[in-house]
Every structure is written in C-alpha cells, then in structure tokens.
C-alpha cells in the first residue's frame, strides 16, 4: 500500500511519519503541509516526495494517513475516499457531527476502509483490558480521569489554535469515550456537564447498558498531576486499565496494519470513520450542554 502524509506538525513529526517510514506492509510515498517549507524538511529527512499540491499526492497513494487539526481533516478525508483513498485518521474525527457525517458518508459511497487513531486502542496492554472488560456483565458505574499538562508545560501542543480553542473535550475527551464504549454501550445521553479551572470539563454519561460513568477532562492540569485512569466497578468488582509499555509509534504501526487489514478484507475495523463520528457526537452533546448551562 502507497500511503500519503497530511501534515507537518509536531504530532506528525514525532509520530505519523517514523510509523509510516518504519512499517514493513507500507510505502511511505510523500508528504503534504500547509506550509510547503515543513513538507520539504520531513519529505527530505525520510527520503520521500514532497508535495505543494494534495490532489497531486492523492494521485500518488492508496491511503493517507492525516496529522491535521479535525476542522481541516475533516474536508480533506473527504476529498481524499472520493479519489478513492483508504483512511488512517486522527481524533477527533472532526469538530462537528455534520463534518463527520460528510467523512463517513463519502467513504462509505467510495468503499474505502477507514481507521482513527485512538492510542490506548492501539496500545497492547490497555487494548487488550478494553476487550477483557467489554466480555465481562455488569459493571455499575465507571470514572475516567484524562488529565493532561500540555497548557502548564512545555509540551509542543501548547500553541496547538484547534487546541485553545477546543480545550480538553475535544482533544482527550476521545481518548476517554474510546474507552468507555465499548464496554459500557453507546451513550443515550449526557446527563450533566459542567466547567471546571481553565479548560477542565466534567461530565456524566448514561450508557446503554444501564452504567453510568463520570469523566474529568483537562489539558491544564499541573504537570505533578497530569496522567489518565479509568476505573470499572460492578457485579465482578473493580477493574483498572493497566498503563501502555509502549509510545504512539507502535501504537500508530498497529493502526497502520488494522488499516491493511480492513482494506484486503473490506471488514470495518471497530475504530473507524462510523466510530469516530459518533464520539464527535457524544462530544458535540457534551458541548451544549456546556454551553447552554443545562445540568
């Protein structure tokens, strides 16, 4: 498979392009950015094209792997399954459920496979626990806990717009429900949301099965502070998602091969495009009922 870079930021610099160089089942082809000058410095340093013009490289690729903010994602993964394209995306998997609706819509008249990047699902360890604990009846109530240090650290996100602007939900928020969901069910509704210091949300989520489970969102979290857990508690007892061994290089060169193996077989993988549009929903359910004071 001839895969295709979109982006040239830090998250594509220090994850996208090293797993796309580095996998054995993918021919890392060329990169596009918007900004031409940091497409040529990665193209140059993997030894791949670099393009100033996307149709030119979709011309060029079976899939493309995207490492844009979700606004910008959302239109290009459009453009890239109408020109027939496989999909390796990021979360969230756009902004608003109308943009991800578009996503998921034209892959699917395109028959183009889809995967979006969520880490732990990607992970051994904490992927392995989501299967474990999505076979086992139950559970009563679950506490995710996503707390980042990126707006009180020298993290490289911290000048991140799409990140300002959208704050914890929209960035970790993903992370926490590709968690969830597959073990509590679906959410049917969010039955509160409110602010907490900066950009920190709290929600609680009624999930299909009965559960209910409670979230604490943030990206400014003092560094001291900062890391993420999930707790499961029910009819089996207490159940905690272990830690990743591993960084998000081999958890992106697990996605890359999920993305293979979706194309050669046409079986949707559990995190694609279908999936990631209705955490963007979730998150947009969230959104108003933060933003309209409803608790």
Request: with cysteine; glycine share 10%.
């Amino acid at each position: 498979m001839r895969i295709g870079l979109l982006g040239t930021g830090p998250w594509a610099r220090a994850a996208y392009a090293p797993a796309l160089a580095g996998h054995p089942g993918v021919e890392f082809t060329g990169v596009w950015g918007r900004r031409p000058a940091a497409a040529t410095a990665v193209a140059e340093q993997y030894g791949v094209a670099a393009y100033d013009d996307v149709d030119a490289l979709l011309d060029d690729v079976d899939a493309v792997a995207v490492a844009l903010p979700p606004s910008v994602q959302a239109g290009l993964a459009v453009r890239a399954a109408e020109a027939g394209r496989h999909l390796l995306l990021d979360k969230p998997l756009a902004v608003s459920a109308a943009e991800g609706r578009a996503v998921v819509a034209a892959a699917e008249r395109a028959g183009v496979s889809s995967v979006v990047f969520f880490t732990a699902r990607f992970q051994k360890e904490p992927d392995a626990w989501i299967d474990e604990q999505a076979a086992v009846a139950g559970w009563f109530t679950a506490r995710a806990q996503w707390l980042g240090a990126v707006f009180t650290s020298d993290s490289p996100f911290a000048a991140s717009p799409w990140r300002r602007e959208k704050g914890a939900l929209w960035d970790v928020g993903p992370h926490a429900l590709s968690v969830l969901l597959p073990v509590l069910g679906d959410v049917r509704r969010v039955a509160a949301a409110a602010h907490g210091p900066a950009d920190t949300v709290h929600l609680v989520l009624d999930h299909a099965t009965g559960a209910s489970s409670t979230l604490t969102l943030s990206l400014t979290a003092p560094p001291a502070a900062a890391g993420a857990d999930v707790e499961l508690r029910g009819e089996a007892g207490v159940a905690l998602m272990p830690g990743s061994s591993e960084g998000a290089v081999s958890a992106l060169t697990r996605a890359v091969d999920a993305l293979l193996t979706a194309a050669r077989t046409g079986r949707p993988h559990p995190c694609d495009a279908a999936f990631g549009l209705r955490v963007t929903e979730i998150l947009a359910m969230a959104q108003s009922r933060l933003t309209d004071g409803r608790n």
